[in-house]
């Protein structure tokens, strides 16, 4: 059975820090470029951070750039977000993703080539 199963989310005061893990059963990341996305309330999904699966290229939105930092462990069939310095403004439900693209731009940007979705996890940011 194939599955994408994200966790480390919760809830975490501003300024703080988690690492979501997205870990793959039923299949091998290796082969497909992988990216993190968010959708916060009464907002659209959008890309936060992408990485391919040749050269481990990455992209990063612009509101996220210096604060997360997409790996992936292909040993373990994990991918992970390590997010620092965490703003009120992050709050949304993360999902990862896997996609057959040729650039990380295509998945992140694009939303292009999508395989498969994970169920999401909640990061919430407040005091």
């Known amino acids: 059975q194939v599955q994408l199963v994200e966790s480390g989310g919760g809830l975490v005061q501003p300024g703080g820090s988690l690492t979501l893990s997205c870990a793959a059963s039923?299949?091998?990341?290796?082969?497909?470029?992988i990216g993190w996305f968010r959708q916060a309330p009464g907002k659209e999904r959008e890309g936060v951070s992408c990485?391919?699966?040749?050269?481990?290229?990455?992209w990063s939105a612009d509101t996220v750039k210096g604060r997360f930092t997409i790996s992936r462990d292909n040993a373990k069939n994990t991918v992970y977000l390590q997010m620092n310095s965490l703003k009120p403004e992050d709050t949304a439900v993360y999902y990862c993703?896997?996609?057959?693209?040729?650039?990380?731009?295509?998945?992140?940007?694009?939303?292009?080539?999508?395989?498969?979705w994970g169920q999401g996890t909640q990061v919430t940011v407040s005091s």
């Open positions: 039923g299949f091998t990341l290796v082969y497909y470029t």
């Open positions: 990485i391919s699966s040749s050269d481990g290229s990455t």
């Open positions: 993703t896997v996609a057959e693209t040729p650039t990380v731009q295509a998945l992140c940007v694009r939303v292009f080539g999508v395989r498969y």
